[in-house]
């Protein structure tokens, strides 16, 4: 998850960061304080055939709420609001976080190139 107010911070770091220091309310404070909400979830995935290496990416433009919401979910759901939408990831049910599911979009693009 890249953080605009924070320059792009944490990036790959986000379990660390989510998980074991700053957390879901501290995040939404920051973003309050600096009055920026941009966010960008990524998501790449590596693949060596041999031959040639590849590299697939998947990015979803969204904003961090004002306060965490939502209890579907894991982790950082709480604080992800996809861009066009009005709720977080963790206040959507399961069939309707798949629109957005990098993981599964990854795994179809790699399917293309194998």
Known sequence: LFINCLNGFPGPF?????????G?????????????????????LGYYN??????????????????PKGDNGYDWDVIFIPKGQLRTLAEM???????????KKLLNKFQNII
């Not at 660390?16 to 700053?22: E, G, I, P, S």
């Not at 879901?24 to 790449?44: D, G, H």
């Not at 031959?51 to 697939?56: G, N, V």
């Not at 049910?93 to 993981?103: C, D, M, N, P, S």
């Open 14 to 22: 986000i379990k660390w960061y989510f998980k074991d220091t700053v």
């Open 24 to 44: 879901a309310e501290k995040t939404c404070a920051i973003a309050n304080l600096f009055n920026e909400y941009r966010c960008t979830w990524s998501t790449l």
């Open 50 to 67: 041999g031959e040639k290496t590849f590299f697939i990416e998947e990015k979803i433009e969204g904003i961090i709420p004002k306060e």
């Open 93 to 103: 049910t399961f069939e309707e976080k798949q629109k957005y599911a990098v993981t």
